[in-house]
């Protein structure tokens, strides 16, 4: 069970590197004005999310594993697990919305401006603070 646990951390680490760098990505193209860094934009944004998916898919399988392996922390009152998996469904759900603002940017359709996608940058990097201090303190 080490090994899948060191290999869900694994592919964590990937998604999360994706999901910290593509809305910097976002930021930035929301205020490039020429046509080849558009273009540019648009395949860094298409590759990073292919890549931060597979980081996703891995993360979620080997979780659901060691959830299932740890099926009797279920019913054991375990408040912190229950928390952490809120927070990997919104994880998710944020994953998605990313992929709309990629389709979104690809078809040139953008009107937002880079304050939002700064804002907008910031809800990983909460949700992994949260989810750390879950997994290592387990405070409920």
Not at 16 to 28: D, E, N, Q, S, W
Not at 35 to 50: D, T
Not at 62 to 67: E, K
Not at 86 to 98: D, K, N, R, S, T
């Amino acid at each position: 069970m080490l090994w899948v646990k060191a290999f869900h951390i694994i592919f964590m680490v990937t998604w999360f590197a994706g999901l910290f760098y593509l809305p910097r990505l976002f930021v930035y193209h929301a205020v490039c004005d020429d046509a080849p860094g558009n273009a540019r934009f648009k395949v860094m944004e298409r590759k990073l999310f292919i890549i931060m998916t597979i980081g996703a898919i891995g993360t979620t399988l080997l979780g659901l594993w060691m959830l299932f392996d740890y099926a009797w922390l279920m019913a054991s009152g375990s408040g912190w697990l229950h928390v952490k998996m809120m927070l990997v469904i919104a994880l998710i759900i944020y994953h998605v919305y990313c992929w709309t603002l990629v389709k979104v940017f690809r078809d040139d359709q953008n009107r937002r401006d880079h304050i939002f996608y700064r804002w907008f940058n910031e809800f990983p990097a909460l949700v992994l603070m949260a989810v750390v201090v879950l997994v290592v303190v387990r405070p409920f």
